[in-house]
């Protein structure tokens, strides 16, 4: 007898949290991309461009050092560059630009990131897609070997850098500083990230630290699917999926550490 009234409950909280995440991703786009021109479409139309235009620069000026075809390596490294950095580098100013917002009784702090973090994974998921889709239709790079294993490996590095973004949003909150600091190691974090490497063309005794680095194993996994058995691509699953889980339980806790003291003000 109690179980229908808790399951009802359940729903309906959940029906409450989709208006109120749905809500603030539409009051962020529109803060964000306003109303005219394309409008919500520059959520992805602006990682394209900057995977576009990395992907011309770099085929025309053919200074590359791969081993792989320079379009499908680019559009996979840059596009994963795109996703961690934009997504984390959003969280670092989420809160104070929205602070009125959390005198509504629905909306809490962490409201506020999960609505960021969406908005950037859906911006540059359907970004990649659209890229990846466009360009193999016109015949510059091949499909991909399977697409099941790219989508774990998209999927694992969204979930790294969500809970990466309530990490550093979180800090944030206690100090502005930190927003800025993310900047600069986001900036000197692209060479080890795994964008321009694959971990088999590094020296032996370093692969093995290049692999402590989550994002090197998301890339290698995506693009171990995409280019198939041609390619040996390394990764450790089971310690990606540790370190995730360890980064969103500190990131909740932060969130919620920080909650208090932002909703009391």
């Known amino acids: 007898m109690s179980t229908a009234p808790q399951a009802t409950s359940v729903a309906s909280g959940?029906?409450?949290?989709?208006?109120?995440?749905?809500?603030?991703?539409?009051?962020?786009?529109?803060?964000?991309?306003?109303?005219?021109?394309?409008?919500?479409?520059?959520?992805?139309?602006?990682?394209?461009?900057?995977?576009?235009?990395?992907?011309?620069?770099?085929?025309?000026?053919?200074?590359?050092?791969?081993?792989?075809?320079?379009?499908?390596?680019?559009?996979?490294?840059?596009?994963s560059l795109l996703l961690w950095r934009n997504t984390i580098g959003r969280c670092g100013n989420a809160v104070e630009p929205n602070r009125s917002l959390l005198h509504h009784r629905n909306v809490r702090v962490l409201?506020?990131?999960?609505?960021?973090?969406?908005?950037?994974?859906?911006?540059?998921?359907?970004?990649?897609?659209?890229?990846?889709?466009?360009?193999?239709?016109?015949?510059?790079?091949?499909p991909p070997y399977d697409i099941f294993p790219m989508l774990i490996a998209w999927l694992l590095l969204a979930w790294f850098a969500m809970s990466m973004g309530l990490i550093v949003g979180a800090l944030s909150v206690l100090s502005d500083a930190?927003?800025?600091?993310?900047?600069v190691i986001g900036y000197l974090f692209l060479p080890?990230?795994?964008?321009?490497?694959?971990?088999?063309?590094?020296?032996?005794?370093?692969?093995?630290?290049?692999?402590?680095?989550?994002?090197?194993n998301c890339i290698e996994l995506l693009r171990g699917a995409y280019f198939g058995p041609g390619i040996h691509a390394h990764y450790d699953l089971p310690y990606l999926v540790t370190v995730n889980l360890v980064l969103l339980l500190v990131g909740l806790v932060a969130v919620k550490g920080v909650a208090g003291t932002v909703e009391g003000e």
Request: positive net charge; glycine residues 6%.
């Open 14 to 79: 959940l029906r409450i949290q989709t208006r109120v995440t749905g809500a603030l991703i539409m009051r962020e786009i529109v803060t964000r991309y306003g109303r005219h021109n394309i409008g919500f479409m520059w959520v992805f139309a602006e990682p394209m461009m900057f995977t576009l235009g990395v992907v011309i620069v770099w085929s025309l000026l053919r200074t590359h050092s791969t081993r792989l075809p320079v379009i499908p390596f680019v559009v996979t490294g840059y596009s």
């Open 111 to 142: 409201d506020l990131f999960v609505a960021r973090l969406l908005l950037e994974v859906a911006g540059a998921s359907i970004s990649f897609l659209t890229l990846a889709t466009l360009i193999t239709t016109a015949g510059f790079m091949p």
């Open 192 to 216: 080890i990230s795994g964008m321009f490497f694959m971990v088999d063309w590094l020296p032996q005794r370093i692969q093995n630290l290049a692999l402590f680095v989550p994002t090197v």
């Open 178 to 183: 930190v927003d800025r600091v993310w900047h």
